[in-house]
Nanobody
Framework: QVQLVESGGGSVQAGGSLRLSCASSGYTYKTNCMGWVRQAPGKEREAVATIYTGDGATYYAPSVQGRFTISQDSAKNTLYLQMDSLKPEDTAMYYC?????????????????WGQGTQVTVSS
């Protein structure tokens, strides 16, 4: 059974940094499309960053380009999101998601498996 467990969320002041982690288990595919999606209260889900684990290709939302970095450690089966220069508008629940065996070529994709989410709150 595929499981994704996020951690690393919290409260931080504007301009600060956080690193989110997503520990994955329950599958053996090595080339997958993985990403981070966020949802703020009253707003639709927004894809933040995506990575194809086959070649490390990454894609970012314009709102986070240059501030966020998605990466993965295949040995640890862990996905990361380094978030720098955080802004109050980054406040949201952040979800890790994966679709197995897919060569993703854009920011957005239809994820199959989701984590439970981790809250990020940025104060001004």
């Amino acid at each position: 059974q595929v499981q994704l467990v996020e951690s690393g969320g919290g409260s931080v002041q504007a301009g600060g940094s956080l690193r989110l982690s997503c520990a994955s288990s329950g599958y053996t595919y090595k080339t997958n499309c993985m990403g981070w999606v966020r949802q703020a209260p009253g707003k639709e889900r927004e894809a933040v960053a995506t990575i194809y684990t086959g070649d490390g290709a990454t894609y970012y939302a314009p709102s986070v380009q240059g501030r966020f970095t998605i990466s993965q450690d295949s040995a640890k089966n862990t996905l990361y999101l380094q978030m720098d220069s955080l802004k109050p508008e980054d406040t949201a629940m952040y979800y890790c998601a994966v679709v197995l065996g897919l060569r993703c070529r854009t920011l957005t994709t239809t994820y199959i498996y989701w984590g439970q989410g981790t809250q990020v709150t940025v104060s001004s």
